[in-house]
Each structure stands twice: as structure tokens, then as C-alpha cells.
């Protein structure tokens, strides 16, 4: 009743043993008992995964289900109605004896996909004031778990934020995506014949690299150490905070619960802090540099592990306590700012760029006049109105041509700086050094891809905000209702164990640590990502990451370090040289285009590959489009450049929350809802008044040269 047979994947040189059964011919004996383990929930000890298959109706923006798979570890079962899914659920849960204290954990890798299928098919569990055991992100639309009956289903895009492809390869697992065997502007329906050797192999890997993920993943890291399944990947991390913060006396937990609890802002500064000091990376390119091919002699640097870093080593604001206004001064002092946090609210009167780069992202502006803007950052103005940490106003003074008589100040808060605990040091430590030792044996294992992971989700717990607003499913009505949090801030805040301004104050630095770069290497900085930097003549300019790379080391021969071996630590932090750069375009933040000298498999020669990084499109699809046409890829890649369908490699989603039944081809197509992917053109289109900006600078440019700017009491 089995069916096995072998497919040979020719691309990946690699052979795949399938073991499967249509439902149809689906008898219970072909179920075999799984023992029970116990993580706060008893689940069978099985990878157990779901996915479907849809097409599109023609002319119609909805979809339907013609195939669903589902995985008992290396066995496959596949069915083609969503009754016979229903029969199948009903009989796993007869044999598994399963209810809410048994349970069956199912994977999907974008489980929100799948779910604008079932949601209606399938009787949630009823928790909390009758609403449904749904858990949603605040996108009500992003549901990442939901349990029904024993079967409790999770989301592992949550808890890895990576591609099933991805997936695959990062965690070694035995199978792998297979992609471009399946046509899906082919409208298939529930009696269309799959193919054995093209069909079936696409659609049951994806569901047999989760299961090989459960047990390489998820039953070693969690259900093995008695550690509860976390629904995302800041959730790994948090819940082991939690751990290390636990492990503490309990006076030493109080104690440092009631000082978190007293340097927590208020809910107005709160508010202020979360909408306008909770700014990103600095990623940007310089105007005078934009638009333009540059070529050779061309570097990239990156510093290592940025955040973490900065975690490790620097001071921290606690509690914050209004002050003078007229003390704002003392923020630009570099003694005094090295032991003393400050933000406030300024009013800045005739800023302009020094030509280097803009700075200050228009959404954290809080009034402005007679603004120009630099790609969304603001190059001029007559007058803002603006909120700043002492990191960024420094950043200003070294970005923007300012006086201190057109600065005035009306609130200033002041905090003493403090190292950040030890509770919270220790889990980037062990990350790190877990990381670090791994990579030295095997930078391609499954383990190594965690402790990356985990180490960079530490700085996405710290930054996480408080959720005033709850999405809670009404089966009823088949929708998300959004509705106020039950507890008060005060209640909210009073089991805190981490505060915001950490992570504000953390991106500051590496911030700083970006725009003092770019200051000292005056025109030659061209494009900055958050915490590294491309820039021209870098061979004249090494200097200046070796001078900051020498001060790293005698930070990091300090800074504490717990019980682990300090020479793991040595190179953390510094500016690490990434690459040679032969050719190099931006079009603005996102958008940039370079070459640098890699091997290539193919040709088994060192050759110059292309690299494209542009905000919503697809890797890969920019070099496939100028392949494809035959064009120069520095040429095309320009203002107005259109990929259409068949090249833009790029999706949205359409949903119908409504019952449909159609009539198509012969056949009746029904749904109770669906998602729709849909394949939309990708165009760049850059705003006139930047070009003009741009323009402008040039010129500026060709009759000035800008000078390395060096303000030696703020750097």
C-alpha cells in the first residue's frame, strides 16, 4: 500500500528515497505509536508537517487547494479535498488518543498561508473569554499558532525568519527545497494526475525538511532540554533570559526587578522614546556619490558583531531625571558624556548637511519648515523641532553645518550611566562564544546557524516594544478582533527584566561609531548598512580603521568577559575589511549595486560577480532580467528600470475572507476563504526632487572638493 520510489535531482547531485500513500487508499495501521514527551505540554515524539498546494482561478484574484501533504516523519500522506483532510485529522487524533494534554505538534513553514484555508474548516480550541487558541502578530494576518483538538499547529518562519530553502541548507538537513520544477501558471485542480518524478518530489520535500528540521531542531535544542517551544526567534532567546534571570537569588530577583521597575519611563516618555529615539541603523548613501558608476580602488569594512559588542562593553542609561534645559551643553562634552546619558527636546534653527551625509529620517522629526530632503533623511530646513540622545546630537554637529545660537532646548532628561547586568551580558557571552568556537570547526552546521541566530535576536528582544493592543480570533465571526491589553502599563512594566533605552542608546553608538567614519573619510564615504560602510580610496583611509581597531582591542582586554576564554573576544567589535569593490552604483538606502573579484563554480575561475541588493526585489532577479535581455547590468540598473511579470520574481498577497464557489473548466471550485499570491512588476522610481538634490551636489562638487571634516572635540 506504500508507495516508494527514488528521484534523482540532477542539479544537486543528489538521490531522494520517497515513502508515501494517497489518503484514498489510507488505512490506520499505516500509523505506528510515538512516545510521548514532556515539554510543559505532553507531545509525540514525531516531525509531523503540513503544507498545500493552490492555483489560481484565471481572471480571478482567488485560489484553491488541489493537493495537501502531511508528514509523519518519513512517512508522506497526500490527499486532494479538504473532507478527506478533515477525515484524516479525525483518525490521527482517534489513534494518537489525542486531546489538550496530548498533543501532536505540526509544522508549517508560513503557516499564515495555509491558515486563510483552514480557518474555517477546522474547531479551534476555546480559550480566554471565548476567543480561539490563535495566536497572531500584530499583523493580524502573520498567525503563527493555533491549536485544535491535540493537533497544534507552528509556524517555523516565526521561529527561524528564514526561507524554507534557506532552511534546508543553513540546518544541513537531508532534504532540500527543490525550485522551478513546478508550473504554477498551470491551473491544476483535485482529480489532475501528479507526476511522480516532477510533481511529487517538490511538493513532499517541503514537508519532510520540517519534519528532518523537528528532530535535528526543534526535539534537540528544546523538547530534549525540558525547554519550552518558543512561537518566534526572539522568543528563543527571551525565554532564556528568563532562565538566567531565574537562576538568581530571590532577593537578588527583587531587588533588581524594583530597580527596573523604578527606571522605567513613564508612559509619556515611553511614548516618546518608542517613536522618536528608537531609531535604526544608519543606511544611507552619500548624495554626491549617487547615481554614479565608481569604479576600482573601492573597499567594504564591517564591524563584528555590532550590537553585541556595544552590549558588552559600553555604559548604559537607568533611570532618567529631568534637568535643565540650558544644561544641554554638556552633551556635547565627551568627557561628560562617556559616564552621563541625556535626550531632549530641541527646537534647531538653518540646518544643512555638510555634504558628507544626511542624517535624520523625516518620521523622526517632529515639526520641520522649509525642509529639503535627502531620500527621506533631511539634507536642509529653516527650522525642526526634534528629540535627541547626546549620541545623535553629536552625530548632527559632524553631519550638519550648525551654530549653537540657532539651538534652543525646552526639556532635558539625564541619566548616570551604568554597565548593563550581568544576567543579560552572560546570555550575548554564551551566544557569542558558542558561535565563535562552532565557526572555528564548521561554519555550515545547524549549530552554528543558531548561535548566530540567536546571538543577533538578542538585540530584537532588547528592542522589542510593549504590546498595549491584543489580536484575539472570534470563530464565530471568522475574523481578529483587536482589542486593549487587559493590564495597565504599570502592571505591564512591573515584570520587566529589560528596558528600552538600552537598545536606543545601543544603536546610537553604533551610529556614532558609522557617521565619525564617514566624517573622517570626508568624500570618500559613499554608501553606509547599519554597521558597515563602502567608501573609495579605502587604501587611503585603512589608517583610520586601524586606529579605531587598535582602541577596540584595548577595550575588549577590560570588558567583561564572565568565565570564558578572553581571546575569543579580541576581534569582537572591530571594523573587519569585507571586500575589494571593482565597481560600485547606489541609487539610495536599499538600492545599491557592486562587483568584487569571488570564485565562481561554474567556471572554477576567479571572476567578478555581481551583487544587487535592492528593498523588495528578490535576489537573483536583477542579474536574470539583464542575463535574459542581453544588457549591461550597471546600465540598466537606473531611475525607472521596470522588471514586469515575467522577471520580477516578485509577489503580494490578495485575500477573500468571504465563501466563493465558482464554476471553471468543468469543474466547481469552492472555498470558504483563501489568499491569493499574485506576480506584480518591480519598478525604482526615484522622487524628482532627490534627483534635483543630487543634481545639485554634483556641482556643488565639481567646484569645491569636500573637505575631510574633522571636529576633534567630538570624535
Not at 496530548?102 to 483552514?118: A, C, G, K, R, T
Not at 501528479?194 to 520535500?205: A, F, I, T
Not at 540657532?406 to 551580558?425: A, V
Not at 536574470?624 to 542581453?630: L, M, R
Amino acid at each position: 500500500m506504500i508507495r516508494m520510489f527514488e528521484y534523482y535531482d540532477e542539479k544537486r547531485d543528489e538521490k531522494y528515497l520517497y515513502k508515501y500513500i494517497n489518503f484514498s487508499e489510507f488505512e490506520q495501521s499505516d500509523l505506528v505509536y510515538f512516545p510521548i514527551a514532556k515539554v510543559k505540554k505532553n507531545y509525540y515524539d514525531i516531525g509531523a508537517a503540513f503544507d498545500i498546494e493552490t492555483s489560481k482561478i484565471p481572471g480571478y484574484r482567488l485560489s484553491f487547494m488541489y493537493v495537501w501533504q502531511f508528514a509523519l516523519n518519513d512517512l508522506c500522506i497526500i490527499g486532494r479535498t479538504w473532507e478527506e483532510f478533515s477525515e484524516f485529522l479525525d483518525l490521527l487524533r482517534k489513534f494518537y488518543k489525542l486531546d489538550q494534554k496530548h498533543i501532536l505538534l505540526v509544522l508549517d513553514h508560513n503557516f499564515s498561508f495555509e491558515w486563510q484555508f483552514i480557518k474555517k474548516r477546522i474547531e479551534w480550541d476555546e480559550g480566554q473569554k471565548g476567543f480561539a487558541k490563535v495566536f497572531a502578530l500584530e499583523d493580524s494576518r502573520k498567525v503563527i499558532k493555533a491549536e485544535a483538538a491535540g493537533i497544534e499547529f507552528r509556524d517555523t518562519l516565526a521561529l527561524t525568519n528564514i526561507s524554507l530553502e534557506k532552511l534546508a541548507i543553513k540546518y544541513q538537513l537531508k532534504y532540500k527545497k527543490l525550485t522551478g520544477d513546478l508550473d504554477y501558471s498551470i491551473t491544476r485542480y483535485s482529480d489532475t494526475e501528479l507526476d511522480e518524478q516532477r510533481d511529487l518530489p517538490y511538493m513532499l520535500n517541503d514537508v519532510l525538511i520540517l519534519t528532518d528540521f523537528y528532530h535535528k531542531f526543534i526535539k534537540k535544542f528544546f523538547i530534549d532540554q525540558g525547554i519550552k517551544i518558543p512561537l518566534t526567534s526572539t522568543g528563543i532567546v527571551r525565554d532564556e533570559l528568563k532562565r538566567s534571570f531565574n537562576n538568581l537569588p530571590k532577593l537578588e530577583r527583587e531587588a533588581i526587578k524594583n530597580e527596573i521597575s523604578k527606571c522605567f519611563p513613564d508612559f509619556k516618555l515611553y511614548e516618546i522614546m518608542q517613536k522618536y529615539l528608537m531609531r535604526g541603523g544608519l543606511v544611507h548613501s552619500a548624495p554626491g556619490n549617487t547615481d554614479d558608476l565608481i569604479l576600482f580602488f573601492m573597499g567594504g569594512f564591517d564591524k563584528k558583531s555590532a550590537y553585541p559588542w556595544e552590549y558588552l562593553s559600553n555604559l548604559f542609561p537607568w533611570e532618567f531625571v529631568e534637568t535643565m534645559p540650558a544644561n544641554w551643553i554638556h552633551m556635547l562634552d565627551k568627557k561628560a558624556t562617556k559616564k552621563e546619558a541625556y535626550f531632549g527636546h530641541f527646537t534647531i534653527k538653518n540646518i544643512k548637511s555638510r555634504g558628507i551625509i544626511s542624517y535624520e529620517t523625516q518620521n523622526k522629526i517632529e515639526e520641520y519648515s522649509g525642509a529639503v530632503w535627502d531620500n527621506g533623511r533631511l539634507y536642509e530646513a529653516k527650522e525642526i523641532r526634534v528629540w535627541l540622545t547626546e549620541a545623535d546630537l553629536i552625530n548632527y554637529f559632524l553631519c550638519y553645518d550648525l551654530k549653537v545660537e540657532d539651538i534652543s532646548c525646552d526639556k532635558l532628561y539625564k541619566s548616570i550611566k551604568k554597565p548593563l547586568p550581568n544576567y543579560l551580558k552572560d546570555i550575548i557571552l554564551k551566544y557569542y562564544i558558542l558561535k565563535e568556537k562552532i565557526g572555528k570547526i564548521d561554519r555550515n552546521s545547524g549549530e552554528y546557524a543558531k548561535a548566530k541566530s540567536d546571538l543577533n535576536q538578542i538585540h530584537g528582544m532588547i528592542c522589542t516594544a510593549l504590546y498595549f493592543k491584543e489580536n484575539r480570533y472570534n470563530s464565530k465571526t471568522g475574523t481578529f478582533e483587536s482589542r486593549d491589553s487587559e493590564k495597565s502599563y504599570n502592571e505591564l512594566i512591573n515584570n520587566q527584566i529589560l528596558l528600552p533605552q538600552w537598545s536606543i542608546w545601543c544603536m546610537a553608538y553604533v551610529r556614532a561609531e558609522i557617521v565619525s567614519f564617514f566624517a573622517k573619510c570626508g568624500g570618500d564615504g559613499l554608501y553606509s548598512d547599519t554597521d558597515s560602510i563602502k567608501l573609495k580610496n579605502y587604501l587611503n583611509n585603512t589608517y583610520i580603521f586601524e586606529d579605531y581597531n587598535r582602541r577596540v582591542e584595548r577595550i575588549n582586554k577590560k570588558m567583561y568577559v564572565g568565565n570564558y576564554d578572553r581571546s575569543y573576544f579580541m576581534e569582537c567589535g572591530k571594523m573587519i575589511f569585507e571586500n575589494k569593490l571593482y565597481k560600485f552604483k547606489t541609487l539610495g538606502a536599499k538600492r545599491y549595486l557592486y562587483s568584487c573579484a569571488e570564485y565562481d563554480k561554474e567556471s572554477q575561475k576567479i571572476r567578478l560577480i555581481n551583487h544587487t541588493t535592492v528593498s523588495g526585489m528578490k535576489k537573483g532577479a536583477f542579474e536574470k532580467y539583464t542575463k535574459k535581455e542581453n544588457v549591461d547590468i550597471y546600465s540598466a540598473f537606473k531611475d525607472g528600470l521596470i522588471l514586469d511579470l515575467s522577471s520580477s520574481m516578485k509577489l503580494t498577497s490578495f485575500y477573500c475572507d468571504k465563501e466563493f464557489e465558482i464554476e471553471y473548466d468543468g469543474h466547481i471550485i469552492k472555498e470558504l476563504s483563501c489568499v491569493t499570491l499574485a506576480e506584480i512588476p518591480f519598478k525604482i522610481n526615484i522622487k524628482n526632487d532627490y534627483l534635483r538634490l543630487i543634481e545639485e551636489i554634483k556641482k556643488l562638487n565639481q567646484n569645491k572638493l569636500v573637505q575631510k571634516t574633522y571636529i576633534n572635540s567630538l570624535i
